[in-house]
C-alpha cells in the first residue's frame, strides 16, 4: 500500500509550511508562557483554507480529502502541536458533525461561516463526572414546546470560551440509553449559555480548553442534528474522524521532535565528535524513525477507509492508539537526546515533551482504544 505525497499534498505541505514558518514559529513559546489562543492565526488559517480542508466549495471549504487534511495538521504541528491540536478539534468535531448530520438549512447557516474561518467551533460531549462514561452524561434537554432547553455543564471543551458556535451532546432520555441523547448546535450569544473557567494545562497551553456552562439555555427546534436520539450514535461516528485527527497531531509532535533531535545530535559534539556518531545516539534515532513510519502508515489507512467508506472504527482506533503511545516515546527520546538542553525551553523538545501526553488523553484514551479494538476483533 503506497501513501505517497500526491501533487495535490506536496502543495498543502509547501504552503503551510511557509506560512507555519513566518507566521507560527517566532510566537510559539509567546503563546505557550500566556496560554494565549491566537484567534487571530486560527482565522488566517481559514483564509488558507484551512479550517474546512475536507469541506466541499459549495459550502465554504477547500473540498480536498483526509490525506491533505493529515499533511495540514503534520506541518502546523511539527511548528506548535498545540495550534494543530485547535484546527484539528474545529475541523473534524465542530464542523464536520454539522456537515455530516446537518440539514441542507444548518449546512449554509453554520458550516458556510466555520469552513472559511469567519466563526471557531467547538464540540461538547466530556463532562466533570462522565469522561468515557458517556451514556451517564448529567448534561439535559428538555423539549418545552418548539424549543429545547437545555442545563448542565461540559469541561475539557477545546475553545469552550472562545468558540462562536458549539455542538453539544445532551441527555434527552435515559442514563445508558445509547438512543437517549441529542446532539444540538448553540450559538455564542444564546441566553443561558455562557463559556466557564479555563484549564491550566500542562501542554498544548495556546490551544484553549474550558467549561461550557448551560444555564436554562433556550434553542428552537430547528438547532437539533439529525433525529432526537440519534446524538451518541453521531459523535461515535465523528470519533472515527477526529481519532485520524489525534493520531495526525501525534505524527507532527513525533515528526518535529525526531527533526530537532536529527539537528541536534549532527550539531553537538562530546569526545570530539558529533553525538549523531555513537550507535547509543543513532539507535535512538533509528527507532524513532522506525516509529514514525509504522504511525504514519496506520493513520494513513485510517484516512483512506474513512475516505472509501464513511467509516473506520477499528482502524482510526489502531491508528490513534499506536501514533499517540508513539509520539509520547519519541518526544521522551528527543529530551534525552539534548540531554540538559532537552529539559529547558530553549529548545523545542522541552514543549514536543509536555503536549505529546494529551494524545494519549483526548477523544478516546489509549486505554478506550484498547476496548474498540478488541470489541472489532471479537466480534
Not at 111 to 119: I, P, R, Y
Not at 167 to 185: K, W, Y
Not at 235 to 251: N, P, T, Y
Amino acid at each position: 500500500m503506497e501513501f505517497g505525497y500526491t501533487e495535490s499534498q506536496q502543495l498543502i505541505a509547501e504552503t503551510v509550511r511557509d506560512f507555519a514558518e513566518k507566521h507560527i514559529r517566532p510566537h510559539v513559546m509567546e503563546w505557550d508562557e500566556k496560554q494565549y489562543f491566537p484567534i487571530e492565526t486560527m482565522k488566517e488559517l481559514g483564509k488558507l483554507g484551512l479550517l474546512g480542508i475536507v469541506i466541499p466549495e459549495a459550502y465554504g471549504g477547500a473540498g480536498l480529502g483526509y490525506f491533505e487534511y493529515i499533511t495540514a495538521l503534520i506541518e502546523i504541528g511539527r511548528v506548535d502541536s498545540a495550534l494543530a491540536l485547535s484546527v484539528a478539534a474545529h475541523n473534524s468535531l465542530c464542523t464536520n458533525h454539522i456537515y455530516k448530520f446537518g440539514n441542507e438549512e444548518q449546512r449554509q447557516k453554520w458550516v458556510t461561516k466555520l469552513a472559511t474561518g469567519e466563526w471557531i467551533g467547538s464540540w461538547g460531549l466530556t463532562e466533570p463526572g462522565t469522561g468515557s462514561d458517556a451514556g451517564r452524561m448529567q448534561c439535559v434537554a428538555k423539549q418545552d414546546g418548539d424549543d429545547w432547553v437545555i442545563n448542565g455543564t461540559k469541561n475539557f471543551i477545546t475553545h469552550g470560551r472562545s468558540s462562536n458556535v458549539t455542538v453539544v451532546i445532551a441527555r434527552t432520555g435515559e442514563p445508558l440509553d445509547s438512543h437517549g441523547m441529542t446532539a444540538f448546535v448553540v450559538e455564542r450569544g444564546t441566553p443561558g449559555f455562557s463559556g466557564g473557567k479555563k484549564e491550566n494545562k500542562l501542554g498544548m497551553r495556546c490551544s484553549e480548553t474550558a467549561e461550557l456552562i448551560f444555564d436554562n439555555c433556550r434553542i428552537p427546534k430547528e438547532n437539533v442534528l439529525g433525529e432526537v436520539g440519534e446524538g451518541f450514535i453521531q459523535a461515535m461516528k465523528i470519533l472515527d474522524g477526529g481519532r485520524i485527527s489525534i493520531a495526525a497531531l501525534s505524527l507532527s509532535i513525533g515528526q518535529g521532535a525526531m527533526d530537532a533531535s536529527l539537528k541536534y545530535a549532527k550539531e553537538r559534539e562530546q569526545f570530539g565528535k558529533p553525538i549523531s556518531s555513537f550507535q547509543a545516539i543513532s539507535f535512538k534515532l533509528a527507532e524513532m524513525a522506525a516509529e514514525l513510519e509504522a504511525a504514519k502508515l496506520l493513520t494513513f489507512q485510517a484516512a483512506d477507509k474513512y475516505m472509501r467508506e464513511g467509516i473506520c472504527t477499528k482502524e482510526s482506533a489502531f491508528a490513534k492508539y499506536y501514533a499517540s503511545e508513539m509520539c509520547v516515546r519519541v518526544a521522551t527520546e528527543a529530551v534525552q537526546i539534548h540531554g540538559g538542553y532537552g529539559y529547558i525551553k530553549d529548545f523545542p523538545v522541552e514543549k514536543f515533551y509536555r503536549d505529546s501526553k494529551l494524545c494519549t488523553i483526548g477523544e478516546g484514551t489509549s486505554e478506550v482504544q484498547k476496548l474498540v479494538i478488541a470489541r472489532q476483533i471479537l466480534k
